[in-house]
């Protein structure tokens, strides 16, 4: 188990100029990561993806708040 731990760590870091090492799903990249079944532009190899499209699941619901968000000021 702490072999998968430390081999994730590995295959799925990377560096973020300014902010330093972060986890390659965190930047959200549909090049390297993404599903085409979840509405990706990319597929990339199965074992690179995240399970079951949470990717591409995380990204529609941060663009969907900062949507929403923009246009409640819109509003008021």
Partial sequence: RVDD???FITDF?????????????????FQKHGNSSYGSPYDSPRNQR??????EKSFLRYVHDRYH????TDLK
């Fill in 13 to 29: 870091t990377v560096d973020v100029e300014g902010v330093g090492d972060v986890c390659s799903f965190s930047v959200i990249d």
């Fill in 50 to 55: 995240s399970s079951q499209g949470k990717l």
């Fill in 69 to 72: 968000h923009s246009h409640e």
């Fill in 5 to 7: 731990i430390l081999q």
